[in-house]
């Protein structure tokens, strides 16, 4: 069975770095064949996905986030990361790791199968 | 901002049918991209619920199904049950956006 974790800090000053590790467990990410991605949810805007890493090191950025967005895979540890900077009030939100799978060999047909429990992510001083 | 709008509630009596809207324009469901469901409870991550349209995953009841028609897509309930009471997520990918969009969620209440 596929599990995925947040950790992180839960307050985060303005204008600092916002970062996050999603644990992986049940599955080889160095196996291939999934995306893992990072979605939020804010209180009132709803959800919002954020980005995807591949386990080889391919990335792809929500346009909106892409200056200040970083995703990254670390399979020995079995692990993804997320890091954003520069933060704003408007980054508070409950962020979740989730496990992109394939439908067809076209990215945008994929669905988001698997998700962690999210963690609260409140940007404050 | 969520560029698939959802009624933001649906309710019905146990047992009823219920239907979920889901509308897009021609960057997203109407350029023929795949909707998905999620079922989220309070406090609780969004389960998968419907992907590729109308397949359901392993353990989701066949009281749940899909459908897509043009720019808008609906998520039907059948035979309600109370656990059925949920928020509800449609998801696709817009052309525009370049990159995978959300609903702005239906809460479902069984009266």
């Known amino acids: 069975q596929v599990q995925l974790q947040e950790s992180g800090p839960g307050l985060v000053k303005p204008s600092q770095t916002l970062s996050l590790t999603c644990s992986v467990s049940?599955?080889?990410?160095?196996?291939?064949?999934?995306?893992w991605t990072w979605v939020r949810q804010h209180p009132v805007k709803g959800l919002e996905w954020l980005g995807y890493?591949?386990?080889?090191?391919?990335?792809y950025y929500h346009p909106s986030l892409k200056s200040r967005l970083t995703i990254s895979v670390d399979t020995s540890k079995s692990q993804f990361s997320l890091k954003l900077t520069s933060v704003t009030a408007a980054d508070t939100a409950v962020y979740y790791c989730?496990?992109?799978?394939?439908?067809?060999?076209?990215?945008?047909?994929?669905?988001?199968?698997?998700w962690g429990r999210g963690t609260l992510v409140t940007v404050s001083s | 901002q969520s560029v698939l709008t959802q009624s933001p509630s649906v309710s019905g009596a146990p047992g009823q049918r219920v239907t979920i809207s889901c509308t897009g324009n021609?960057?997203?469901?109407?350029?023929?991209?795949?909707i998905h469901w999620y079922q989220q409870f309070p406090g609780t991550a969004p389960k998968l619920l419907i992907y590729?349209?109308?397949n359901r995953p392993s353990g989701v009841p066949d009281r749940f199904s899909g459908s897509k028609s043009g720019t808008s897509a609906s998520l039907a309930i059948t035979g309600l049950q109370a656990e059925d009471e949920a928020d509800y997520y449609c998801?696709?990918?817009?052309?525009?956006?370049?990159?995978?969009?959300f609903g702005t969620g239906t809460k479902v209440t069984v009266l």
């Open positions: 989730a496990r992109l799978a394939p439908l067809g060999v076209v990215t945008s047909r994929w669905y988001f199968d698997v």
């Open positions: 049940g599955v080889s990410m160095g196996r291939g064949g999934y995306y």
């Open positions: 890493a591949y386990y080889s090191g391919i990335t």
């Open positions: 021609s960057s997203n469901i109407g350029a023929d991209f795949d």
């Open positions: 590729g349209n109308n």
């Open positions: 998801q696709s990918f817009d052309n525009s956006l370049r990159g995978y969009v």
